[in-house]
């Protein structure tokens, strides 16, 4: 059973969202969903609230975005 997986913007492009689709997982779009060019807390909420695990290339920020989460 694969994983559903929200792209944020670092990282949404068409070649990954196609190969994590074929993989098995479902896969969620900024542009598919009307987040595109939000912020990245908005971007860690959309995922929580949708039960996917959130895919970045934007590690420093995520870092302490997710331990302001935790908190």
Known sequence: MGLSIY??????????????EQAGHKVVSPRTVGTTGCSDEAHLEYAVQHGCALLTADVVDSEELHERWQS
């Not at 792209?7 to 994590?20: C, F, G, Q, R, Y």
């Open 7 to 20: 792209l944020d913007d670092s990282i949404d492009n068409d070649l990954l969202l196609a190969l994590l």
